[in-house]
């Protein structure tokens, strides 16, 4: 699986990405706006590529999806779309390294993947989460077309999350 923009490739994660993960998944933004998920040590980033990334891939056909620089080769994000539990439908999902926010790779790697797997797959709806006062990933999220419903709490969960939802016309 490889997607192309005029500035990204995108592409499934390895374990070679193991450093990547653990940088991205300790940054203060992925944190705050998506949750602490443990991940201290490469060990721990390792393990959370082969317990949450591959095993998407292989049930659902879809999952994470590492997004480089096309001309460097640089991973700068991740962007993708998640079956997450309590939640009813397939979550569209995006997070990208400090460094790399503010130019418009989100929008561009999002896009390209709602597209990419709008063609592989029979969806009727995509969903979105958010903390309801992330502004920045809600903007994204109406740029994308998505359109907000309700607050919601996932199961085991003590957080408010907006639900945004992107409804698929019948010819894609």
Same mark, same amino acid.
Do not use: C
């Given at each position: 699986?490889?997607?192309?923009?005029?500035?990204?490739?995108?592409?499934?994660?390895?374990?070679? =990405?193991?450093?990547?993960?653990?940088?991205?998944? $300790?940054?203060?933004?992925?944190?705050?706006?998506?949750?602490?998920?443990?991940?201290?040590?490469?060990?721990?980033?390792?393990?959370? *590529?082969?317990?949450?990334?591959?095993?998407?891939?292989?049930? =659902?056909?879809?999952?994470?999806?590492?997004?480089? #620089?096309?001309?460097?080769?640089?991973?700068?994000?991740?962007?993708?779309?998640?079956?997450?539990?309590?939640?009813?439908?397939? =979550?569209?999902?995006?997070?990208? #390294?400090?460094?790399?926010?503010?130019?418009?790779?989100?929008?561009?790697?999002?896009?390209?993947?709602?597209?990419?797997?709008?063609?592989?797959?029979?969806?009727?709806?995509?969903? &979105?989460?958010?903390?309801? &006062? $992330?502004?920045?990933?809600?903007?994204?999220?109406?740029? #994308?077309?998505?359109?907000?419903?309700? *607050? *919601?709490? #996932?199961?085991?969960?003590?957080?408010?999350?907006?639900?945004?939802?992107?409804?698929?016309?019948?010819?894609?």
């Amino acid at each position: 699986m490889k997607i192309t923009t005029d500035r990204l490739l995108i592409t499934r994660f390895t374990l070679e =990405d193991t450093p990547f993960v653990f940088e991205l998944l $300790n940054t203060p933004a992925w944190i705050q706006n998506i949750g602490d998920r443990g991940v201290r040590t490469l060990e721990d980033a390792r393990s959370y *590529i082969i317990e949450k990334y591959f095993p998407s891939y292989e049930k =659902d056909g879809f999952g994470a999806y590492k997004v480089m #620089l096309k001309d460097s080769g640089v991973t700068i994000g991740m962007t993708g779309f998640f079956s997450r539990e309590g939640l009813g439908g397939i =979550d569209a999902g995006f997070a990208f #390294l400090p460094d790399y926010e503010g130019f418009g790779y989100a929008y561009e790697s999002t896009r390209a993947v709602l597209d990419y797997e709008l063609e592989r797959h029979d969806f009727e709806k995509i969903l &979105a989460i958010t903390l309801p &006062a $992330n502004q920045r990933s809600i903007n994204l999220l109406e740029r #994308l077309d998505f359109v907000y419903d309700k *607050i *919601i709490r #996932l199961p085991n969960d003590d957080v408010d999350l907006a639900l945004y939802v992107l409804k698929i016309s019948p010819s894609g």
